[in-house]
């Protein structure tokens, strides 16, 4: 985009803007907050000209068609928690922040959905539903601070995606303001609706690529009424594989999470973070298996003998069973220990990988040799929703800042092995800008230049986010 003004007609639009807008809704200088400029992705905070905060979808398109007409490309905005640089402003850029659109407009319990406004804080979302007796199950570690309609943006993913699926499966319906100022309202409730394309679809997961989402209907589903857990240790990754297998013919729909630690992952956790380990210690890959019922009288035995008949067959080496919630609670807190990865590890690069489960183990093990071989010093761990074919990484040479760290040579590797076997480079973070040179190790040349035939269509004139994805 490329229109010619000067800073004095610019400065008049914004003015202008602000009065159309109302008080409070665009924020200029000094007044724009420091947490606008970045979002959680470890690169340089840069200032937008603006930070307009506008309270409806007119309000989202009249901010579109005026910084289209004086040339301010513009980011938008949800909680902020992306990882990978999509709610970063340019130099120059508008933010166009959704925090002022927040709140829950209903709940219609006969179908089952929510109608939310797109900023709303996930964790606002989900006690909303628990109070209407539901379940909204979309679950993150930022669920304090990230939004409704960043999760679309992003198609969020999570703990429970082996159960309930990713964002995509819990959308039913939006209203979206397109580039040139259209607003397109489906608020659909129905599961079942075939009716021409399902455009929805465009805009989940396009990180504010091809329009500004602003309402949401979302799946509520029932409120399980009893959660089983178990922390397991197996010998090596066939075992594990054999135990997905297994969950998932023992403990079909009730299946809700099923993490993998491996042993480097488990050591930094419970020797330097300090977690209690509910199994003895000793080599070995250890999986929490979580399982949401019903009926307690029913499912928790049904669970224990599901886990006992695995003993017997000696696919396990050791198990712990939760006799409580405080259990779950503490099995979690392994899994979650890596929030403190900052404090314990110092300096370190993130990854949010896709790969077929079987192929996991031989991942990890490739990718630490070939880190330590290139990199002198470089140490690595691996974890994740391995249910769901999604594998975290860490890595990091001890003792450099964060700036020092070799990224581009851990990418380079990690993101080569990565297309060999055949996955993702990103599995529920998504592109942004700081993945965006890997993005053809993931998508052929014709499905990069389909995106890029959508983004010209729908924002020719590269207003949205241009530059981020593709
Ligand atoms: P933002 O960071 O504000 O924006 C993300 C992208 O969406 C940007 O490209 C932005 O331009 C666009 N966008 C935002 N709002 C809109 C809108 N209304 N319309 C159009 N475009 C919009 N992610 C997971 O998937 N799974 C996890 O388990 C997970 N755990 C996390 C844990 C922590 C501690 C942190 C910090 C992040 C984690 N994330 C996780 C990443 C992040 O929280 C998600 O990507 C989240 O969905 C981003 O939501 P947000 O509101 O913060 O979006």
Same mark, same amino acid.
């Given at each position: 985009m490329h229109v010619i003004t000067t800073p004095a007609l610019r400065q008049q639009v914004l003015d202008d803007l602000r009065r159309q807008l109302g008080p409070g809704a665009v924020l200029v200088g000094?007044?724009?907050? $420091?947490? *606008?400029? *970045?979002?959680?992705?470890p690169q340089a905070p840069r200032r937008p000209v603006a930070v307009v905060r506008p309270l409806d979808a007119a309000g989202v398109a009249l901010t579109l068609k005026v910084c289209r007409s004086v040339g301010f490309p513009v980011v938008p905005q949800g909680?902020?928690?992306?990882?990978?640089?999509? /709610?970063t402003p340019e130099e120059g850029w508008v933010a166009l922040s959704l &925090?002022?659109?927040?709140?829950? &407009? &209903?709940?219609d319990a006969a179908s089952a959905t929510m109608t939310v406004k797109a900023g709303t804080p996930l964790e606002r979302v989900q006690d909303a539903a628990d109070e209407a007796g !539901?379940? !909204?199950?979309l679950d993150l570690g930022s669920r304090g601070s990230c939004a409704i309609g960043g999760n679309l943006s992003t198609n969020a993913g999570g703990n429970r995606v082996i159960r309930y699926g990713m964002m995509r499966e819990l959308v039913l319906g939006l209203e979206v303001v397109l580039p040139d100022g259209t607003i397109i309202t489906n608020l659909n409730k129905l599961l079942? *609706? *075939? $009716?021409?394309?399902?455009?929805k679809h465009l805009f989940i997961g396009s990180e504010g690529t091809l329009g500004i989402v602003t309402r949401v209907v979302l799946r509520l589903f029932p409120k399980p009424q009893c959660t089983m857990a178990a922390l397991c240790k197996l010998a090596d990754y066939d075992r594990v594989v054999a135990l997905l297998a297994a969950a998932r013919r023992g403990l079909g729909p009730l299946l809700s999470a099923f993490e993998v630690m491996w042993p480097d992952y488990w050591q930094v956790v419970t020797e330097r973070a300090g977690v209690r380990s509910p199994v003895a210690p000793g080599d070995g890959l250890y999986v929490l298996v979580e399982a949401q019922g019903t009926d307690e009288t029913i499912d928790r035995p049904r669970f224990e003998s599901w886990l006992e008949g695995l003993m017997e067959q000696e696919l396990l080496v050791d198990a712990a069973v939760a006799q409580s919630l405080a259990d779950i609670d503490a099995f979690w807190a392994l899994r979650d220990a890596c929030a403190e990865f900052p404090a314990v590890l110092g300096p370190h690069v993130s990854y949010d990988i896709g790969l077929a489960v079987g192929r996991m183990d031989d991942f990890a093990r490739r990718c630490k040799a070939a880190l330590e071989a290139a990199i002198p010093g470089c140490d690595s761990v691996y974890y994740g929703h391995i249910g769901d074919g999604n594998l975290h990484l860490v890595t990091w040479v001890p003792g450099l800042a964060a700036a020092a760290q070799p990224k581009p040579a851990m990418d380079a590797i990690i993101y080569g092995l990565v297309k060999e076997l055949g996955?993702?480079?990103? /599995? &529920?973070?998504?592109?942004?800008?700081?993945?965006k040179q890997w993005l053809g190790h993931a998508r052929s040349e014709a499905e990069i230049a389909l995106m890029r035939t959508l983004k010209a269509a729908l924002d020719p004139s590269g207003l949205l986010n241009p530059g981020k994805v593709v």
């Open positions: 000094d007044d724009v907050p $420091a947490r *606008n400029c *970045n979002d959680w992705s909680g902020l928690t992306g990882l990978c640089g999509g /709610a &925090e002022r659109m927040s709140g829950i &407009e &209903e709940v !539901f379940l !909204f199950p079942k *609706n *075939n $009716a021409g394309y399902d455009l996955g993702s480079i990103s /599995a &529920e973070h998504g592109i942004g800008t700081l993945k």
